[in-house]
């Protein structure tokens, strides 16, 4: 069956300290895989996607994820986190045509001062 | 920046009252997305749309459910009758090339 995992419910860091949410999938075809972030009132953005190519991608407001097909995963990260970060972010994957995008339960970020 | 929108923010209904809900994708996109979160849930596809069909729809989306684009440039979702468990934050997406574009979503309370 085709799902995401995101196995962090809520994280919690300072701000300044490096970060990473995990994201696993099953998906039975070559994955396009997404990041998306929401912060309160406001609605999905898009961070960075993964299509092809480079193994290692980059997104918007630092963030960067790592795409590792043998371990089924496609980890976000950041090397220091700003306060303005704080929101839910969500993995997602989907089809080659990226129509019906299946997403995690996400992960909540709290930064603290 | 172009941006998808979606009215109401925030629409209130009795249980068995119909609902219309309201998105203006990107002006360039073809293809057209609901989605709906239910509070403390997963974001959960419910149906695509290009070229004025629907070309996939979930489980979810039974026969209460329905799309349109009624001209150039709105999207809709209708709920014939709705129920208590159709409460939720709905999403409109579009796309162009590859990526999808979510708008800020409307909060649908049955009560």
């Known amino acids: 069956a085709q799902s995401v995992t995101q196995p962090d419910i809520h994280i919690t860091v300072s701000e300044g300290a490096s970060l990473e949410l995990r994201c696993n999938y099953s998906y039975g075809a070559t994955p396009y895989l997404f990041w998306y972030v929401q912060s309160p009132g406001q609605g999905l953005q898009l961070l960075l996607k993964?299509?092809?190519?480079?193994?290692l991608v980059q997104g918007i407001k630092g963030f960067e994820a790592e795409f590792k097909r043998s371990q089924s995963s496609f980890n976000l990260r950041k090397p220091s986190v700003h306060w303005s970060d704080a929101a839910e972010y969500f993995c997602a994957v989907g089809p080659y045509n990226t129509d019906k995008l299946i997403f995690g339960t996400g992960t909540r970020l709290q930064v603290f001062p | 920046e172009p941006e998808v929108t979606q009215t109401p923010s925030h629409q209130v209904t009795q249980m068995g009252q119909e609902v219309i809900l309201r998105c203006v994708p990107i002006?360039?996109?073809?293809?057209f997305y609901w989605y709906r979160q239910i509070l403390g849930q997963k974001v959960e596809f419910l149906v695509s749309?290009?070229?004025?069909?629907?070309?996939?729809k979930s489980e979810i989306f039974d026969d209460q459910f329905s799309v349109e684009r009624p001209d150039g440039s709105n999207f809709t979702l209708k709920i014939r009758s709705t129920k208590l468990e159709d409460s939720a934050m709905y999403f409109c997406?579009?796309?162009?090339?590859?990526?999808?574009?979510f708008g800020p979503g409307t909060r649908l309370t049955v009560t």
């Open positions: 997406a579009s796309r162009g090339s590859y990526e999808q574009y």
């Open positions: 993964y299509f092809s190519g480079d193994t």
């Open positions: 002006s360039n996109h073809l293809y």
């Open positions: 749309f290009y070229n004025n069909e629907i070309s996939e």
